[in-house]
T-cell receptor, first 115, second 111 residues
Framework: SAVISQKPSRDICQRGTSLTIQCQVD?????MFWYRQQPGQSLTLIAT?????????ESGFVIDKFPISRPNLTFSTLTVSNMSPEDSSIYLC????????????FGSGTRLTVV | GQQLNQSPQSMFIQEGEDVSMNCTSS?????WLWYKQDPGEGPVLLIA?????ELTSNGRLTAQFGITRKDSFLNISASIPSDVGIYFC???????????FGKGMKLTVNP
């Protein structure tokens, strides 16, 4: 199955700044997904990133706050913009992975703390 | 939107005991997935279920896809300390590629 490298693994950021999270996959994948996991909570889908088109955002998430890039079939970035303490969460990327048992593999996540 | 109701939210058990958890939905799912998340890691798929009534095992783990397609359970037998973590049920939304997750069950195993 696909191997995902997600960077950074954790960061502490000042409010008002932005952080860009990278997701690199070792094989070409069509669909990549970005999730947020707030402290002690479940995973919530932020958006779906497809190469060559704009990301599709879920209800409650907007492009200005979470701009996403998908320049090729192995890479994507998620930016958390103008951060506030409420953005403190784990951010995870996931890929559609035909090589896995069902089809979805997750990165190890980026633990973001905004102070 | 669609939600998965997962219970219990947490369990504290002794090593060697069995544990069960379940997930229900008001909507029909065509696939049920069970993930485990260790601290500092992303979720890892444990078992995938594809049809109603299906009973699938993966080592000490057994999961079933409910007949109504609105529920699933996961059972862990003879628990060991490395079973500690958070267990999530999940399923694809309305035939799409997007997954919706349950709230998770935090398992603590006392040696």
């Amino acid at each position: 199955s696909a191997v995902i490298s997600q960077k950074p693994s954790r960061d502490i950021c000042q409010r008002g700044t932005s952080l860009t999270i990278q997701c690199q996959v070792d094989s070409q994948v069509t669909m990549m997904f970005w999730y947020r996991q707030q402290p002690g909570q479940s995973l919530t889908l932020i958006a779906t990133a497809n190469q060559g088109s704009e990301a599709t955002y879920e209800s409650g998430f907007v492009i200005d706050k979470f701009p996403i890039s998908r320049p090729n079939l192995t890479f994507s970035t998620l930016t958390v913009s103008n951060m506030s303490p409420e953005d403190s969460s784990i951010y995870l990327c996931s890929v559609e992975d035909p090589g896995s048992l069902y089809g979805y593999t997750f990165g190890s996540g980026t633990r973001l703390t905004v102070v | 939107g669609q939600q998965l109701n997962q219970s219990p939210q947490s369990m504290f058990i002794q090593e060697g005991e069995d544990v069960s958890m379940n997930c229900t939905s008001s909507s029909i799912f065509n696939t049920w997935l069970w993930y485990k998340q260790d601290p500092g890691e992303g979720p890892v798929l444990l078992i995938a279920l594809y049809k109603a009534g299906e009973l699938t095992s993966n080592g000490r783990l057994t999961a079933q896809f409910g007949i109504t397609r609105k529920d699933s359970f996961l059972n862990i037998s003879a628990s060991i300390p490395s079973d500690v973590g958070i267990y999530f049920c999940a399923g694809p939304l309305g035939g799409s590629e997007k997954l919706v997750f349950g709230k998770g069950m935090k398992l603590t195993v006392n040696p």
